[in-house]
């Protein structure tokens, strides 16, 4: 036994054997009263991280910005937003992570900056200006219109009036949000630097904002419309999107960055991509052997499924098209949430969420957590007057807005949750007084518990890292699958069924969903909802 849960994938990098946990800092632990979280909050709960069983934390943006987007609006790429805490800070945290074996990713926001940087600042001031081309500018189209019907994310047009000059800037965000020019070299190679300067302070990687987006046609040509688009779609997929997003030259840039990351050798800082495209073009983020470019893109196929549509059924033709898509060698990446979307136990209820954390470690692949899943946090309600993100609200059309999976962290049944000793920025969950990280400490089949044995789980046998993947025929409702490596070799059951449900297998249960049968040795049977873990007899 004792030499099974001993780890022997040494020769696997830290990012395909760790899971990665994102935290959103403005509401995941403030340290001064200020109601904003803030990177001394978070040092102070880096030994929460290390209980959980997490490797590395991903951080959003926490750089200078004017927060029209929350941080997502850089004006300084270099430095740490005074809200935020300091450079020395960062310096700290990522000493104190390194010295618990945590790692840290930062986010890479390339393809926009704030209109408030510098570079920006300068480029709108002329048409002759040195840094004119950092960004995308045309000329008006007739009778002063945009130029071609392009939109942004954030609803209207992707285009907005510079009236002193006389031209229009591109923005697939915000209009405060301009788009950066990656036809130009200069771009390109400061960028480059932004990524040395954070390697050099300790980061441990890059999540690359809007991936996908990086680079636009060269003729600008209008977009058709979107023959599949319906009342209650976003404005901007009016449109399909051939000439904005996942250009090829998008892939070029991406090989860049990746060039810098490989001149670290042994430290092996990754690469992670936002892209938001199907299988097939996806997996085109991973760039090829001679020229790679994403250690992994999110798979983001778990967050868009639809929840009446989270059966076993579904979920196996899923996974099995992923793997499909992949060409041999390339690292899955999957996600149940992040701070774009509702959360996972709010989309699929809590039992449907703990069958889904259990799919999300131990699928092969490297997890991402987003802060808060793991208690079985949901989405705050949104009072439409008090909205914050403006930016979200306008782009779902106002049916919903992204401060609902950004409330703050619930940490214990003190007032604002232990988050923060002001008046937080965003309204804690009315929950917090049950569904919090001390209570659920407590409580041996809480989801907290569950999540953190799935973690320790999946660290300490490498069958569920990187043994082989089967998925096991079976009964109808129940989406089975084995992990093997070696002698070891491991059942998932998910019933998505409310009927019980009884497997031609045997083996010991090491986990079930409510927590309450470890041990348990014989036939397989599972609950209704209920998702087992066993290992099989060898
Ligand atoms: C990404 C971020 C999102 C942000 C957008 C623009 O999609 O996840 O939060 O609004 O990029 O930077
Ligand atoms: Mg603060």
């Not at 989801?447 to 300490?460: A, I, P, Q, T």
């Amino acid at each position: 036994m004792a030499e099974e849960t001993n780890f022997r994938a040494p020769e696997l990098p830290w990012w395909q054997r760790e899971a990665l946990y994102e935290v959103y800092p403005r509401s995941f632990q403030d340290s001064d009263g200020d109601g904003v979280g803030d990177l001394p909050g978070l040092l102070q709960r880096l030994d929460y991280l290390a209980w959980l069983g997490v490797g590395a934390v991903w951080i959003t943006p926490f750089y200078p910005s004017p927060n029209r987007d929350f941080g997502y609006d850089v004006s300084d790429y270099c430095a740490v937003d005074p809200s935020m805490g300091t450079l020395a800070d960062f310096h700290r945290l990522a000493e104190e992570a390194h010295r618990r074996g945590l790692r840290v990713v930062v986010d890479l926001v390339a393809n926009h900056t704030s209109s408030d940087h510098p570079w920006f600042v300068e480029s709108r001031k002329s048409r002759h200006s040195p840094r004119r081309d950092w960004y995308v500018w045309r000329d008006p189209g007739p009778r002063g219109s945009p130029p071609n019907n392009w939109l942004s994310f954030f609803g209207g047009p992707a285009w907005t009036l510079d009236p002193e000059t006389g031209q229009y800037y591109l923005h697939q965000f915000l209009p405060e949000q301009p788009d950066l020019n990656y036809r130009n070299p200069e771009v390109v190679r400061a960028m480059e630097d932004v990524i040395r300067f954070w390697l050099d302070r300790g980061a441990d990687g890059f999540r690359v904002d809007a991936a996908w987006l990086l680079v636009e046609d060269e003729h600008f040509r209008d977009e058709p419309p979107n023959p599949a688009w319906r009342p209650g779609m976003r404005e901007r997929d009016r449109l399909l999107h051939p000439y904005t997003e996942d250009h090829p030259d998008t892939h070029r840039v991406l090989r860049r960055f990746r060039a810098v990351l490989e001149e670290c050798g042994d430290r092996q800082p990754v690469l992670i991509g936002e892209v938001y495209l199907p299988f097939a073009q996806l997996v085109r983020y991973y760039g090829t052997r001679e020229e790679p470019e994403c250690h992994f893109p999110f798979n983001f196929a778990l967050v868009d499924l639809p929840a009446d549509r989270w059966s076993a059924a579904e979920l196996g033709a899923l996974v099995e098209a992923y793997d499909a898509a992949r060409a041999t060698g390339a690292w899955p990446g999957w996600v149940l949430g992040n701070h774009d979307r509702p959360r996972v136990a709010t989309r699929l209820g809590e039992d449907g969420s703990r069958l889904a954390h259990v799919l999300l470690l131990t699928l092969p692949g490297t997890p991402t957590l987003y802060y808060g899943d793991e208690l079985g946090m949901v989405d705050g309600a949104v009072d439409p007057h008090r909205v914050r993100d403006q930016a979200g609200f306008r782009e779902w059309g106002g049916r919903w807005c992204r401060d609902a999976a950004r409330t703050p962290m619930q940490w214990d049944a003190s007032p604002h949750a232990g988050f923060t000793t002001g008046e937080p920025w965003l309204p804690v969950h009315p929950d917090f007084p049950e569904r919090n990280v001390t209570a659920q400490e407590k409580d041996p089949r809480s989801f907290l518990h569950l999540v953190r044995r799935l973690l320790w789980l999946r660290r300490s046998h490498p069958a569920l890292v990187a043994g082989e993947f089967v998925l096991v025929e079976g009964e109808a409702g129940v989406l089975a699958y084995r992990r093997q490596q070696g002698r070891q070799a491991w059942l998932v059951a998910l019933n998505f069924s409310t009927r019980p449900v009884r497997l031609a297998a045997e083996g010991e249960v090491v986990l079930s969903t409510h927590l309450d049968r470890e041990g348990f040795e014989g036939n397989v049977e599972l609950r209704p909802r209920e998702g087992l873990v066993v290992r099989l007899r060898p």
